[in-house]
């Protein structure tokens, strides 16, 4: 059986726990699945909210990588 990753993108600068609802009763209602949850933002830092919850700025998918 596969596994989940619930992602969400927000455009606000900032994040708080409100923005985890979704992905929160995702984590709840298929917990068997459920790898991570992870809210885009515009922010630049990276934040946990929980138990496999994080908040990533949506710059770290077009930053260069590092060698």
Known sequence: MGQITGI???ASATVD???F???RHLQETESALFQRGIVLY???EVV???DNLWALPLS???APQRQ
């Open 8 to 10: 969400e993108v927000k």
């Open 17 to 19: 726990g409100k923005d």
């Open 42 to 44: 515009a922010g630049r």
């Open 60 to 62: 770290l998918w077009w």
């Open 48 to 50: 946990p909210f929980g």
């Open 21 to 23: 609802k979704g992905l």
